[in-house]
């Protein structure tokens, strides 16, 4: 195949060299970066005993004793002296301080942070000295044996949002404690203070609660996970592994006071009125009944399987709620609320005859009314509720705070109704979500979520007024589980991004600065080796896009990576990619389909893998499209999603235009009249998501786009049985003509038929990527 492809005159530097007004503070490598930082001259060196003045009091003797293990894998012994002493290093009170804000002076000849009593400040001044050492002192296997310099600093420093929070999902896969106690660290070091754990899920019940034992008996067990994406095989496949774990309340103790230590709250999580399947196992009384045998799920839905609102589940998840209020000092205890199906409450006597009696006008009324009636007995204990948006349908519970995680209208909905808001909306704030191109990628959920996403994303909307904003009181990563079986796994997903979150949430957004915070992690990745920690190194490779440039008009294909300093050598259809390969300075012109390979270098040496993408060239590329109707998703990145040079892929939906309707006209402009004899494009199959292929395609052509005339047409009927999700290529040549403007009618493919999932509901189109020769 012939190759054509030039590099554009350079007329500007390929990487900024990150001089934001910040880039002075880049040697002090701090991160989430501090919000006030004065570098000053000369170093103090660490070594040797130490003496550290600190008051006797709990919370800044828990600080000490953290700093002290901080630096056991160094010779520095500290000797702990009283604040009224002269010391090398000194942790003061300042009750003029804000709670958990600090300063922290460097000199050459002593160390001073101080916070107020609460000491939290204290912490997180440790947390900043810390990271301004040398990454060796956290390497387990040797020890550190030289002088520590620390650069002399004065930094004062508060946090943007009071909850800077993280989410892991337990209930879909349990996760050993260790890993937990590791995340806690992790979390810490980040200066994170409120660790969501989501204990309770229709996959497995993890919590132990004396008053009911069958939760763990049975409620932790169950026989067997789905393999592979929800939607992706047809059956379903399973991995026929037994799945178990839950913690005793001795090990949550542990977790909480782990936790606590680290000036971190643990806010637990039990769902409800929804995601009760593995408690429903455990008491089937609890449901609605209608004949069902309940069981612990084996695969990743939302189940129509929930509590039924009587006497008896109040009770019960009372019981539960008062052992989770003993073991958990946490302020807040996160009910869900979100993702209840209200199918089994429609045909319950009991929900419908309570309806009537409590004047509920429906089931999304009689939610809400479960919730309030679960934020009373909470109250009574006073501790307050989170629950997931959906607590916002049929009304909010008086004193909730709501998690916003369909996007971020349910914040701000609820702040407008003076609620608190923690800001987790799915597209900035899902970890689970894939980081990197999805073809390379481990498995994930879906989505797409890079690094930079995570960091730009402000969490006050600019629809609220100053006084609606300041009901946000902060915002949260969250790590689902669906997908995460390891622990090894869940580190992958949850850094570096968990980094860029703490920027999010510590940093004022006028200090925040993306070239900045990338030079920043390049080297704490250094350190997150040294912590074992399984991080995605997708940092260190090349995200490869491509678009049709409408001023030059050439198809380019751009190379970028997040790692700074570094070069990106690239080929064309060639997989050995060497120092010595094309050196790129500036996007790639295409003008036949082609794969690039691409690599990130420094000083000669490669930094990661190889990535490589392939790109589609035809007549279609890159002209516009019209659409009736218009597609009900396309979640294309960039370019444009039907003739953009990308063919979409069966694991990731994003890529495909999906249609609704009987009937889908889809004109092409070419932008000129060119000689045509041949059209292909894809469907996608994938029954779990109603994608079904079309059952008829005509092609008409037009030199005006008013008069269409009629070129051929083509039935389709599908004699297969595929078993996972598959892309159908269609190719239809027709005699040429020459035409501007092209139009395929494709017909719907009808019902989704029995047997598969959504018998019976009308099929979608989902379509990808045109092309004309
Ligand atoms: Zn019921």
Same mark, same amino acid.
Request: with cysteine; charged share 25%.
């Given at each position: 195949?012939?190759?054509?492809?030039?590099?554009?005159?350079?007329?500007?530097?390929?990487?900024?060299?990150?001089?934001?007004?910040?880039?002075?503070?880049?040697?002090?490598?701090?991160?989430?970066?501090?919000?006030?930082?004065?570098?000053?001259?000369?170093?103090?060196?660490?070594?040797?005993?130490?003496?550290?003045?600190?008051?006797?009091?709990?919370?800044?003797?828990?600080?000490?004793?953290?700093?002290?293990?901080?630096?056991?894998?160094?010779?520095?012994?500290?000797?702990?002296?009283?604040?009224?002493?002269?010391?090398?290093?000194?942790?003061?009170?300042?009750?003029?301080?804000?709670?958990?804000?600090?300063?922290?002076?460097?000199?050459?000849?002593?160390?001073?942070?101080?916070?107020?009593?609460?000491?939290?400040?204290?912490?997180?001044?440790?947390?900043?000295?810390?990271?301004?050492?040398?990454?060796?002192?956290?390497?387990?296997?040797?020890?550190?044996?030289?002088?520590?310099?620390?650069?002399?600093?004065?930094?004062?420093?508060?946090?943007?949002?009071?909850?800077?929070?993280?989410?892991?999902?337990?209930?879909?896969?349990?996760?050993?404690?260790?890993?937990?106690?590791?995340?806690?660290?992790?979390?810490?070091?980040?200066?994170?203070?409120?660790?969501?754990?989501?204990?309770?899920?229709?996959?497995?019940?993890?919590?132990?609660?004396?008053?009911?034992?069958?939760?763990?008996?049975?409620?932790?067990?169950? /026989?067997?996970?789905?393999?592979?994406?929800?939607?992706?095989?047809?059956?379903?496949?399973?991995?026929?592994?037994?799945?178990?774990?839950?913690?005793?309340?001795?090990?949550?103790?542990?977790?909480? /006071?782990?936790?606590?230590?680290?000036?971190?709250?643990?806010?637990?999580?039990?769902?409800?009125?929804?995601?009760?399947?593995?408690?429903?196992?455990?008491?089937?009384?609890?449901?609605?009944?209608?004949?069902?045998?309940?069981?612990?799920?084996?695969?990743?839905?939302?189940?129509?399987?929930?509590?039924?609102?009587?006497?008896?589940?109040?009770?019960?998840?009372?019981?539960?709620?008062?052992?989770?209020?003993?073991?958990?000092?946490?302020?807040?205890?996160?009910?869900?609320?979100?993702?209840?199906?209200?199918?089994?409450?429609?045909?319950?006597?009991?929900?419908?005859?309570?309806?009537?009696?409590?004047?509920?006008?429906?089931?999304?009324?009689?939610?809400?009314?479960?919730?309030?009636?679960?934020?009373?007995?909470?109250?009574?204990?006073?501790?307050?509720?989170?629950?997931?948006?959906?607590?916002?349908?049929?009304?909010?519970?008086?004193?909730?705070?709501?998690?916003?995680?369909?996007?971020?209208?349910?914040?701000?909905?609820?702040?407008?109704? /003076?609620?608190?808001?923690?800001?987790?909306?799915?597209?900035?704030?899902?970890?689970?979500?894939?980081?990197?191109?999805?073809?390379?990628?481990?498995?994930?959920?879906?989505?797409?979520?890079?690094?930079?996403?995570?960091?730009?994303?402000?969490?006050?909307?600019?629809?609220?007024?100053?006084?609606?904003?300041?009901?946000?009181?902060?915002?949260?990563?969250?790590?689902?589980?669906?997908?995460?079986?390891?622990?090894?796994?869940?580190?992958?997903?949850?850094?570096?991004?968990?980094?860029?979150?703490?920027?999010?949430?510590?940093?004022?957004?006028?200090?925040?600065?993306?070239?900045?915070?990338?030079?920043?992690?390049?080297?704490?990745? /250094?350190?997150?080796?040294?912590?074992?920690?399984?991080?995605?190194?997708?940092?260190?490779?090349?995200?490869?896009?491509?678009?049709?440039?409408?001023?030059?008009?050439?198809?380019?294909?751009?190379?970028?990576?997040?790692?700074?300093?570094?070069?990106?050598?690239?080929?064309?259809?060639?997989?050995?990619?060497?120092?010595?390969?094309?050196?790129?300075?500036?996007?790639?012109?295409?003008?036949?389909?082609?794969?690039?390979?691409?690599?990130?270098?420094?000083?000669?040496?490669?930094?990661?893998?190889?990535?490589?993408?392939?790109?589609?060239?035809?007549?279609?590329?890159?002209?516009?499209?019209?659409?009736?109707?218009?597609?009900?998703?396309?979640?294309?990145?960039?370019?444009?999603?039907?003739?953009?040079?990308?063919?979409?892929?069966?694991?990731?939906?994003?890529?495909?235009?999906?249609?609704?309707?009987?009937?889908?006209?889809?004109?092409?402009?070419?932008?000129?009249?060119?000689?045509?004899?041949?059209?292909?494009?894809?469907?996608?199959?994938?029954?779990?998501?109603?994608?079904?292929?079309?059952?008829?395609?005509?092609?008409?052509?037009?030199?005006?786009?008013?008069?269409?005339?009629?070129?051929?047409?083509?039935?389709?009927?599908?004699?297969?049985?595929?078993?996972?999700?598959?892309?159908?290529?269609?190719?239809?040549?027709?005699?040429?003509?020459?035409?501007?403007?092209?139009?395929?009618?494709?017909?719907?493919?009808?019902?989704?038929?029995?047997?598969?999932?959504?018998?019976?509901?009308?099929?979608?189109?989902?379509?990808?990527?045109?092309?004309?020769?």
């Amino acid at each position: 195949m012939k190759i054509a492809y030039w590099i554009l005159a350079a007329s500007f530097t390929l990487l900024s060299c990150g001089e934001g007004h910040n880039d002075g503070m880049k040697d002090y490598g701090i991160i989430p970066m501090p919000n006030g930082i004065v570098p000053e001259q000369g170093k103090y060196i660490l070594q040797g005993e130490k003496t550290v003045a600190v008051s006797s009091e709990e919370l800044s003797m828990k600080v000490f004793q953290y700093f002290e293990n901080a630096l056991k894998n160094t010779s520095v012994t500290l000797k702990r002296v009283s604040l009224t002493e002269q010391a090398d290093i000194s942790f003061l009170i300042n009750d003029t301080l804000p709670d958990e804000a600090y300063t922290l002076e460097v000199s050459s000849h002593n160390i001073k942070i101080s916070s107020n009593a609460s000491a939290a400040g204290l912490f997180y001044g440790v947390q900043s000295l810390l990271q301004l050492m040398p990454s060796e002192i956290y390497d387990t296997q040797q020890k550190y044996e030289s002088n520590i310099e620390i650069p002399a600093v004065n930094i004062t420093d508060a946090p943007r949002f009071p909850y800077r929070g993280a989410m892991m999902d337990v209930g879909r896969n349990f996760l050993p404690k260790e890993e937990v106690l590791k995340f806690l660290d992790l979390m810490a070091m980040y200066k994170l203070n409120k660790f969501h754990f989501h204990l309770t899920d229709d996959q497995g019940w993890r919590i132990e609660i004396k008053k009911y034992p069958k939760l763990t008996e049975i409620g932790s067990h169950r /026989k067997q996970t789905q393999v592979g994406h929800c939607d992706y095989y047809y059956p379903r496949r399973f991995d026929g592994k037994e799945k178990e774990g839950y913690y005793t309340q001795d090990e949550i103790r542990e977790i909480v /006071k782990y936790a606590s230590d680290r000036f971190i709250t643990v806010i637990p999580e039990i769902e409800m009125p929804g995601h009760a399947s593995a408690a429903l196992a455990s008491y089937p009384e609890l449901s609605c009944g209608l004949g069902k045998t309940y069981v612990v799920r084996d695969y990743f839905d939302v189940f129509d399987e929930v509590y039924c609102p009587k006497e008896g589940t109040f009770d019960f998840l009372e019981g539960v709620l008062t052992e989770v209020i003993d073991l958990f000092p946490s302020h807040y205890i996160h009910i869900g609320g979100d993702e209840c199906p209200k199918k089994a409450w429609k045909k319950c006597d009991h929900c419908q005859a309570l309806m009537k009696r409590e004047g509920l006008k429906d089931e999304e009324s009689l939610q809400s009314w479960f919730i309030h009636r679960i934020e009373q007995f909470v109250n009574s204990k006073g501790r307050d509720i989170i629950g997931w948006d959906e607590i916002l349908e049929g009304g909010l519970a008086p004193n909730a705070t709501v998690m916003s995680w369909r996007g971020e209208e349910g914040g701000i909905e609820a702040a407008r109704q /003076k609620h608190k808001v923690i800001m987790t909306p799915g597209d900035k704030c899902y970890i689970d979500h894939y980081q990197e191109s999805p073809e390379f990628a481990p498995l994930a959920i879906g989505g797409f979520l890079p690094l930079d996403s995570v960091y730009t994303y402000n969490p006050l909307p600019v629809e609220l007024t100053p006084e609606e904003q300041a009901y946000i009181i902060g915002t949260q990563a969250n790590v689902w589980g669906e997908y995460i079986q390891t622990p090894e796994y869940f580190e992958y997903m949850a850094f570096p991004r968990l980094l860029a979150m703490s920027e999010v949430q510590w940093t004022q957004p006028e200090n925040k600065n993306l070239s900045s915070f990338v030079r920043r992690l390049d080297g704490e990745f /250094k350190r997150l080796d040294y912590c074992g920690v399984n991080a995605c190194r997708n940092f260190y490779e090349v995200n490869l896009t491509g678009a049709w440039n409408d001023s030059r008009h050439v198809y380019e294909v751009t190379l970028k990576t997040f790692c700074p300093d570094t070069e990106i050598y690239y080929t064309i259809n060639d997989s050995v990619v060497s120092s010595s390969s094309n050196l790129y300075k500036a996007p790639v012109s295409l003008s036949e389909d082609a794969t690039v390979y691409a690599a990130v270098y420094r000083d000669g040496k490669p930094l990661g893998r190889i990535t490589h993408k392939g790109f589609a060239m035809n007549k279609a590329t890159g002209n516009p499209y019209e659409c009736v109707p218009p597609p009900v998703a396309e979640k294309v990145n960039e370019g444009i999603g039907l003739t953009d040079g990308i063919p979409g892929y069966t694991r990731d939906l994003r890529r495909w235009v999906i249609f609704r309707g009987d009937t889908v006209r889809i004109t092409v402009d070419l932008g000129k009249a060119v000689p045509v004899n041949r059209v292909a494009f894809a469907f996608l199959w994938r029954p779990f998501d109603t994608l079904w292929p079309a059952s008829k395609l005509s092609v008409s052509v037009s030199t005006d786009s008013k008069t269409f005339t009629s070129v051929g047409s083509k039935e389709y009927s599908y004699d297969f049985t595929p078993t996972e999700a598959t892309r159908f290529p269609v190719s239809y040549s027709f005699p040429e003509v020459t035409a501007r403007y092209i139009c395929l009618e494709l017909l719907n493919g009808g019902l989704c038929p029995e047997g598969y999932y959504h018998a019976g509901q009308q099929s979608r189109l989902a379509i990808d990527e045109i092309e004309f020769y």
